[in-house]
């Protein structure tokens, strides 16, 4: 019988989203005025459905598998094994991205998103990768700023683009 | 003539030279947008609406209606030339599109899906103005017990009729609920779900929303499994035209399709997966060259794309007159209109008649505009496609950054990008449904406020549901959809 350790951990993550969502709404007010029922009967109605779900899931994943699901093994759905690094390049763009933003600006974290993805996806030509990153950053900081009026930040290279940021 | 009149006016609006620049733009850039592999119409939608952040709400949903068309365009070239269908309605077409381009007969299935496009485009959108002002009529009677109980019947058909599994479209489905309760109580002012973050207190976005699960998940999926790395951009050979024969097996195809897409698109069915799929098998059926199927046949391309406009067109239907969006795009559609403070819905036709019918003449507008278009320009959409995937997933994440970025300038609006695309790698790797999250997540406040409202009506009796003549059709048919499967095989196992 199939058992997948992934599915019983997010049937199980399921079934915990659903007591949080129960147990929040547990702490909002129920005053409905002429409803009779207050700003915490739909979350208690929702979190009562993820938790349902949840054991659904898990009976799923504990009787043979979640019905239908793709196999795990990677091979078996036509693709490659995971590939941590991918992965992880991608989440440190993200990342990189958004602690770098407030501060040093909109261009330049948009180049280092950029340099890490394409680094995800195999590139090794980081030159190459910057200076696209870098001109991709630059014309859409002008075209949202100056063209659409949307604030951007511009950090650390305020001098050379301009006023314009915040 | 009310409609005649009013769709007159439309054009008027939809006419005007700054209107049809919008237009135009939106055209363009759904098409560049939506040709990107593994960007679908939705992705699309979502990426270009803070694009229209400073315009006035005409401007902006005209172009929002040529973006949606543009997207859907491009998607069939993409799915043509490089057999990568960028979402499930384009898989019919992928079956023979992509081999006529490998026998290098690109330049027809390009023609004939943009041609047919146009045609089912334009018919569906005359239909659209038939039947909208025929449903808003019948909308007008219905009070807030029977807008939650349709969005009730929305929610399970969209979720737990379709797909593969019925516990996993729900748990997408409730997840986009939960999501939809996050902020301040509309009624009470009661915060929910926001753990005084501030940023949270507006609510999830449903671009962040989208944009997380499309754009993001994708680039983490592909990243780790280096799923789509392969595939070749086939040429394009000749000129993107039809040849008499081409033509004479062509516009029954866009025909039939049309009254098969349009149809579907006006129920919440899923999206246009199940009309494309249904048009391909009657065209191989009635098909006077059946030995084609397989090896290219035009038929097979007409029919599918055909079918794909005309639900797309379809699906404005319930999300103009009544609100109700059936599929991801839609729900990101009315995210777009509630920017605006508006709602679309029976009232919305009374109160912004020249709004709606503005955006309906523009649809006209957009399906010429698309045909003008993009058949001159299709040597730069095909060259558009050759770009390397690692630039190119580079620069959707900068574009699918600064769409959440820009709502509050906040870091945490990319945190919960971040998580959202998380969310969205483990939904593509198991399988659960994206879209009703999506519609959860703007059809469920609007759900909580009917349902509080017919309540306040009825003083708290919740038996109003179930007495309401229409109502309770509605809860009888979703009941009927949801448990009929399940029962039909117990009776047949017996």
């Not at chain 2, 069939?76 to 499930?88: A, F, H, K, Q, V």
């Not at chain 2, 299935?109 to 018919?123: C, K, M, Q, R, Y």
């Not at chain 2, 029962?487 to 196992?493: C, G, V």
Request: aromatic share 10%; hydrophobic share 55%; net charge neutral.
């Amino acid at each position: 019988m199939r058992r997948s350790a992934a599915e019983i951990a997010l049937s199980t993550g399921v079934l915990g989203l659903g007591l949080a969502v129960a147990g929040v709404a547990m702490t909002l007010p129920s005053e409905g005025g002429y409803a009779g029922i207050g700003p915490n009967f739909f979350p208690g109605v929702v979190g009562a459905g993820i938790i349902v779900l949840g054991i659904w899931l898990s009976f799923e994943a504990l009787t043979g598998g979640w019905r239908g699901a793709p196999p795990d093994n990677a091979r078996e759905r036509g693709e490659h094994a995971f590939h941590a690094a991918g992965f992880g390049w991608v989440t440190a763009g993200l990342v990189l991205h958004m602690a770098l933003i407030g501060w040093a600006g909109f261009v330049i974290a948009g180049t280092a998103l950029f340099a890490c993805v394409a680094r995800a996806f195999g590139s090794r030509r980081i030159a190459r990768d910057v200076s696209i990153g870098l001109l991709l950053s630059v014309a859409v900081f002008f075209f949202f700023v100056r063209l659409l009026d949307v604030n951007l930040p511009a950090g650390w290279l305020q001098s050379i683009l301009g006023s314009a940021g915040i | 003539m009310d409609a005649f009149d009013a769709l007159m006016a439309g054009f008027g609006v939809a006419m005007k030279p700054i209107n049809l620049m919008w237009g135009f733009v939106g055209v363009t850039l759904g098409t560049f947008i939506g040709v990107l592999p593994g960007v679908g119409p939705a992705l699309t939608v979502a990426m270009l609406l803070p694009l229209t952040v400073k315009l006035d709400p005409t401007g902006a949903l005209i172009m929002f209606a040529g973006i949606y068309y543009g997207a859907m365009f491009g998607g069939s070239t993409t799915t043509i030339l490089l057999n990568t269908p960028g979402e499930s309605a384009s898989i019919a077409t992928a079956l023979e599109g992509n081999r006529m381009a490998k026998a290098g007969r690109a330049g027809p299935a390009l023609a004939t899906s943009a041609i047919g496009s146009f045609v089912a485009g334009t018919i569906a959108t005359v239909l659209l103005t038939l039947l909208a002002p025929v449903v808003v009529e019948f909308a007008l009677r219905f009070g807030p017990a029977e807008y939650f109980s349709l969005m009730v019947f929305a929610f399970i058909t969209v979720s737990a009729v379709l797909g593969a599994s019925t516990v996993r479209g729900l748990t997408s489905l409730f997840l986009g609920l939960f999501l939809g309760l996050v902020g301040i109580d509309g009624q009470t002012a009661q915060p929910r779900f926001a753990f005084g973050v501030a940023e949270l207190l507006d609510g999830v976005d449903v671009v962040v929303l989208a944009v997380g699960l499309f754009a993001v998940g994708e680039a983490l999926y592909v990243a780790a499994y280096q799923s789509r790395l392969a595939g070749t951009v086939e040429h394009l050979q000749g000129p993107v035209l039809m040849s008499a024969e081409d033509w004479r097996r062509s516009w029954p195809a866009w025909l039939r399709a049309t009254a098969i897409g349009f149809p579907f698109g006006t129920i919440p069915a899923g999206g246009a997966e199940i009309p494309t799929f249904l048009s391909y098998t009657v065209e191989k059926k009635l098909s006077r060259h059946p030995e084609d199927f397989g090896r290219g046949a035009i038929e097979g391309v007409a029919g599918p794309e055909a079918a794909n406009n005309a639900s797309a067109t379809g699906v404005l239907v319930p999300l103009l007159t009544l609100g109700i969006p059936t599929s991801a795009t839609a729900a990101i559609l009315l995210g777009a209109f509630q920017n605006y403070g508006l709602q679309p819905g029976p009232q919305l036709f009374q109160a912004q008649s020249d709004l709606v019918w503005g955006l309906i003449a523009s649809l006209y507008v957009g399906n010429v505009i698309l045909l003008v278009l993009n058949l001159p320009l299709i040597g730069i959409w095909v060259r558009v496609l050759s770009i390397p995937k690692d630039l190119l997933y580079a620069g959707i994440l900068v574009f699918a950054t600064l769409g959440a970025y820009s709502l509050h300038q906040s870091w945490v609006d990319l945190l919960t990008l971040y998580l959202f695309g998380l969310l969205g790698f483990a939904m593509r790797r198991w399988d659960i449904p994206v879209g009703p999250a999506v519609i959860g997540l703007i059809l469920g406040p609007l759900a909580e406020t009917q349902f509080r409202r017919a309540l306040a009506i009825s003083q708290g009796d919740a038996s109003v549901f179930f007495t309401q003549p229409i109502s309770a059709t509605f809860l009888a048919v979703t009941a009927a959809l949801a448990l009929g499967p399940w029962a039909l095989r117990r009776w047949r196992r017996r």
